[in-house]
């Protein structure tokens, strides 16, 4: 029984009350009136002028439908309630959003409603794929990213990952905040209307956007399938998997779809293509199937011609608004960009000042210090004068001290000149005295063999002469043994046998040699004392190294024998 049959008296007016994605609204409508003008009504206060697009869905016995605009509300059914309840959602969906959205209402309403068909699941998505629309839901919701203001936890709750998604990945809620908040803060300076078209753009090309399911039967008996309709065409879908179509209807493909009562009929384009009917058990949803395929395919073939006068002055004010838009989006971000300068300007005045500040306190104290230490340094400027005029007087010292020494320096190379050339004459003597020892020793050598043959040549006289004074008679016997000593001169001759020896001679040779022998010893004294002498001048200029490279002789090395002679001064002679 309807509202209208309630009482003979029927009200004027009945509520409802419309929600739609971002509000509900509630009004007061005639009883006679369409369901075009209550669409209208909505269209009207929420600013909406691409109509074509959205609907007023409504509940009937746990099946969607739409309310149909040239019926009266109330002849259609809808559900007996004081206030009727309605769902103001898009009924149809663009091939290309980015061409067809006009209005930003528009598209605010698609992505707010495809939005929520993501997250219930009403379209899959990849996860990967939901983290970028979630992060591009977020910069249409929050705006650019800022560290400062967007502390960890803040998407805490929001709703932006399907459940299937939170529950196929071991991870937190903040690891899933941490990776949306990466993509986020990537989109910094995009405007909300350009984040919803993002967010739109890449949800149209998920397998499932768009389509409305109903269940099928390809013959009365078996084979369950899933009919879709979307603004493609018609698309076959096992019921198991609703993202690849086992078969596909293009709109441009379809030469006439036929209904009659339970079977659907889908005739192609092409005569030669086997017709494809399929079964459906509800009488409701079949009427929605019909409802959805006349209304789809003529949106697919606007689309393809000419837009009409009014679609053109929306798309030609569309892109007036979004210039105008722009420009003030870029009006602001200069103001907001001069608005931080001048803040970073004002915040480095500030630390300038600050900065200044603290400058200027320490230099008054260190100008206190400074005062302090002027009459430090005063003091001290005093005594280093002082001590500046003795240091003068000590550097004159010091020169003439440095002069003196140089003068010394002078005499005493003079002096090591001379001490050398002495050096090198002892030298040379002592050369000459070793030469003369070795001359000496070979004379004295051969004055000992001289000797030694004059000792053997007298020996062999004596003995001669012995026998040659020999009596041969006994008279003899009473000379004496020996010559007298006071004999000069002994001349023998016997036959071919002569002997001449003088000892004067021998006496004469001895003398001599002694003489030179007292002679050499003197000299060498001599030198040796002049030896000794030219070392203790040595050793008073310090040059004992130099001595000891040049081959000084010591005393030890220059105490020549004093037996050299000793032979000849211990020669006797026996005559």
């Not at 409802?16 to 009004?27: Q, S």
């Amino acid at each position: 029984m309807s509202i209208m049959g309630l009482k003979k008296k029927q009200p004027k007016t009945f509520k409802v009350k419309v929600i739609t994605m971002d509000a509900e609204m509630e009004f007061s409508c005639e009883v006679k009136w369409k369901g075009k003008d209550l669409f209208d009504l909505v269209c009207r206060t929420i600013g909406l002028r691409e109509t074509w697009f959205f609907g007023l869905q409504f509940i009937v016995k746990d099946t969607f439908a739409w309310l149909k605009p040239e019926k009266r509300v109330l002849d259609q059914e809808v559900p007996k309630e004081d206030p009727i309840t309605f769902h103001f959602l898009a009924k149809f969906y663009p091939e290309k959003v980015e061409e067809e959205l006009v209005q930003e209402i528009t598209q605010h309403l698609f992505f707010l409603q495809v939005k929520k068909q993501i997250l219930d699941e009403e379209i899959y998505c990849s996860p990967e794929a939901s983290v970028l629309l979630a992060s591009y839901a977020v910069q249409a919701k929050y705006g650019d990213y800022d560290p400062n203001f967007h502390k960890p936890g803040f998407l805490a709750q929001d709703e932006l990952l399907p459940k299937r998604v939170l529950k196929q990945y071991q991870m937190t809620a903040d690891m899933w905040e941490e990776k949306i908040t990466a993509w986020y803060a990537e989109h910094r300076g995009i405007a909300r209307d350009e984040a919803e078209m993002e967010y739109l753009k890449i949800a149209q090309d998920l397998e499932m956007y768009g389509v409305n399911y109903f269940p099928i039967t390809q013959n009365k008996r078996d084979t369950d399938l899933l009919l879709g309709v979307d603004a493609l065409g018609l698309h076959i879908y096992i019921p198991d998997n609703k993202l690849s179509s086992k078969k596909s209807f293009a709109w441009s493909g379809i030469r006439n779809i036929s209904y009659s009562e339970k079977e659907f009929t889908i005739k192609p384009l092409d005569k030669k293509a086997e017709v494809f009917k399929f079964y459906s058990s509800q009488l409701r949803v079949n009427k929605l199937i019909l409802q959805l395929c006349i209304e789809n395919h003529d949106l697919f073939m606007r689309r393809r011609k000419v837009d009409s006068i009014e679609v053109q002055q929306m798309k030609a004010q569309a892109r007036e608004e979004k210039a105008r838009k722009k420009m003030e989006r870029q009006r602001l971000a200069r103001e907001k960009k001069l608005r931080e300068e001048a803040e970073r300007a004002k915040e480095d005045l500030e630390r300038r000042l600050y900065q200044l500040q603290d400058e200027s306190r320490l230099a008054n104290e260190a100008l206190i210090r400074s005062e302090e230490t002027a009459d430090l340094l005063a003091e001290k400027a005093q005594i280093a004068e002082e001590e500046a005029k003795l240091l003068a007087q000590k550097a004159a010292e010091a020169e003439q001290e440095r002069q003196r020494l140089e003068v010394t320096a002078l005499k005493t190379k003079e002096e090591k000149r001379l001490m050398e050339q002495k050096m090198r004459e002892a030298e040379l003597i002592a050369v000459k005295l070793v030469e003369e020892s070795e001359r000496r020793s070979k004379e004295a050598e051969q004055l000992k063999q001289d000797l030694n043959e004059a000792r053997e040549a007298e020996r062999r006289a004596k003995h001669r002469l012995l026998e040659i004074t020999k009596p041969s008679y006994p008279v003899i016997a009473s000379y004496p043994a020996h010559p007298p000593a006071d004999v000069g001169d002994l001349n023998l001759e016997s036959g071919s046998f002569k002997f001449d020896f003088k000892d004067t001679d021998m006496k004469r040779l001895s003398m001599e040699i002694e003489r030179e022998r007292v002679e050499y010893m003197e000299k060498s004294k001599h030198l040796q004392e002049q030896l000794k002498e030219l070392k203790t001048e040595i050793e008073a200029l310090k040059l004992e190294e130099r001595q000891a490279n040049m081959g000084i002789p010591t005393n030890a090395t220059m105490e020549f024998s004093d037996n050299a002679y000793t032979p000849l001064s211990n020669v006797s002679f026996l005559l």
